[in-house]
């Protein structure tokens, strides 16, 4: 079974990423299957998810030595899921501006970290979460904000 797309999902509890449909996660570098993280994917239907990269083949010794050295080739890759149970949206909020708390300048290049809290805090479904992402993060705008936010 797998969750609906679109997902938000949460890397290292940190980073927020949009993954639109499947094929997004079809293929992963060999460190990031070796060195997987719990990450945490919120869908639209209220349900929270946790997912294993599985590699089509075997990842290889010399393969392993050298993701870890200076030679990462991708592989293909299926996402295993497991269903986490629903969440509530304050939940995603939370996650979302602890994120923001985080933050090293990814999130909040294009906006200040208060306004991006203060929109998120405000996005009452996942859709209008989905939305701020898109619109203050990873589709922006520079122009449209500098006409909202004209300090930045």
Not at 128 to 138: A, D, H, N, P, S
Request: aromatic content about 12%.
């Amino acid at each position: 079974m797998e969750p609906p797309f679109p997902l938000i999902i949460v890397y290292k509890n940190q980073m927020p990423l949009i993954v639109e449909a499947a094929g997004e996660l079809s293929s992963a570098a060999v460190i990031v299957v070796l060195r997987q993280q719990e990450n945490v994917a919120f869908d639209r239907n209220g349900e929270k998810w946790s997912y294993k990269l599985v590699g089509s083949r075997a990842i290889s010794f010399t393969s392993k030595i050298l993701a870890y050295t200076f030679y990462n080739p991708m592989m293909e890759v299926r996402a295993v899921w497991t269903k986490l149970g629903p969440y509530p949206v304050k939940e995603l909020q939370a996650v979302l501006s602890h994120c923001v708390d985080q933050d090293d300048d990814i999130l909040t290049q294009f906006i200040e970290p208060e306004h991006l809290k203060h929109a998120i805090h405000n996005a009452p479904t996942f859709d209008e979460l989905y939305r701020v992402l898109q619109k203050y993060v990873y589709q922006v705008d520079a122009e449209e904000l500098e006409r909202v936010f004209p300090s930045r």
